[in-house]
């Protein structure tokens, strides 16, 4: 099968948080789908510490992202798990209903899973009710497709839309240790000043794999 026609189904960009029982964390989703006026649906890896919150908590919020969203934002919630670090602590937020939703987004829906969920081999299909929502900065949203060739972003393998990378023809293949941003090629030939275009860390900061 050829996967690059996956890469051709259009999604946006979107932060699921919820809490846990000490603090508010949530994961990047881009696989959220709105089934009819009142109910999204939205598929999470069983290995996301946001999935088990989410079937704890069973309130969560979505933040819809747009194309100029803070350089930090997909980063901390992307590549990042709540179960080592507090995603919140240097994000903007505004708490609704007892969810924080990021404030640098377009707006937010509350739901609550309605109690169906779908398990597949890697994944939780969640379907939920949407209990409130309002627009909070009138943007462009962010697409899937706009991430990866504008941004130049990649998806970690828990995405589900994630797609093997192939290396270079030298084989050459560097992994961002913060972000696991992929540079593929030899980076030693990129100036000194080269930043990951991800997280903004220097070159140093990428590990040959
Ligand atoms: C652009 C992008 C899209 C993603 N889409 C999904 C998704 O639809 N479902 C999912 O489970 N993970 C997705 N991820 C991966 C999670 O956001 C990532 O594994 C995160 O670090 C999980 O954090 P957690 O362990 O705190 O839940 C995506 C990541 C990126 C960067």
């Given at each position: 099968m050829n996967k690059d026609i996956l890469r051709n189904i259009s999604y946006g960009v979107y932060v699921v948080s919820t809490t846990d029982s000490t603090k508010s964390t949530g994961c990047i989703v881009n696989s959220i789908m709105q089934v009819s006026s009142d109910t999204v649906a939205l598929s999470i890896n069983h290995q996301n510490y946001t999935n088990e919150c989410v079937k704890k908590n069973k309130k969560f919020a979505i933040s819809i992202l747009s194309?100029?969203?803070?350089?930090n934002i997909i980063p901390v919630?992307?590549?990042?798990?709540g179960r080592d670090c507090d995603?919140?602590?240097?994000i903007e937020k505004i708490n609704i209903q007892g969810i924080d939703v990021i404030k640098d987004s377009i707006g937010y829906l509350i739901c609550e899973l309605t109690g169906d969920i779908i398990e597949t081999d890697t994944h939780s299909l969640f379907l939920a009710k949407i209990l409130d929502g309002d627009i909070l900065n009138k943007k462009e949203p962010m697409t899937y497709a706009y991430y990866h060739a504008v941004k130049k972003g990649k998806s970690p393998k828990?995405?589900?839309t994630y797609i093997e990378e192939k290396t270079d023809e030298q084989g050459l293949i560097y992994k961002c240790k913060i972000c696991g941003y992929i540079y593929k090629?030899?980076?030693?030939?990129?100036?000194?000043?080269y930043i990951c275009p991800?997280?903004?860390?220097?070159?140093?900061?990428f590990e040959k794999i």
């Open positions: 194309t100029d969203v803070d350089d919630f992307g590549f990042q798990s995603k919140f602590e240097t828990t995405a589900p090629g030899d980076i030693n030939l990129e100036p000194d000043d991800i997280c903004k860390k220097p070159k140093s900061f």
